[in-house]
């Protein structure tokens, strides 16, 4: 059928009825395939400049993990410095508008970003973590740790 139909268009009879509808056919597969290419093409997506709820569970969460078997826990104003279980140094201080988590002053891993302040209190069983965001949204939580004697 192929063999015919490649007879047909080297023919010079002119352009037939069954080569209209051949291109039709392939005019409509090619169509078809770029109709369903567009949603991959063109993804609405809307980025916020605003901390979810579910980020700062997120950073808590991590929070908690490394604090609680840390050692030599030192917060001042924007920065938290603290010896992780592998005796490592780890930072979490505010850099432009994140936090991020240094290890032995290398690094740069963000924790959380759109931050306009963040401020780390330590008390005597606790740390502070107050945080303000550019959108003015206003997150706070206390981590509670095992005072260590060293």
């Not at 078809?32 to 950073?59: C, D, G, H, R």
């Not at 936090?99 to 069983?125: M, Y």
Request: charged share 25%.
């Amino acid at each position: 059928m192929i063999k015919r139909f490649v007879k047909l268009l080297k023919s010079e009879s002119g352009y037939t009825l069954a080569e209209m509808l051949f291109s039709f056919s392939v005019w409509l597969y090619v169509v078809t395939l770029i109709a369903m290419f567009i949603p991959f093409i063109y993804v609405n997506t809307q980025f916020s400049n605003e901390v979810e709820e579910k980020e700062w569970e997120i950073f808590l969460h991590q929070s908690k993990l490394e604090l609680r078997g840390a050692r030599q826990i030192t917060a001042v104003n924007q920065r938290l410095t603290f010896i992780n279980f592998s005796n490592e140094r780890v930072d979490y201080e505010q850099y432009g508008q994140l936090i991020r988590r240094r290890v032995d002053g290398k690094g740069h891993e963000i924790l959380l970003h759109f931050v306009q302040s963040v401020e780390f209190k330590k008390q005597a069983n606790h740390i502070e973590i107050s945080v303000r965001t550019v959108n003015n949204q206003k997150f706070s939580a206390k981590i509670y740790v095992i005072p260590s004697s060293s």
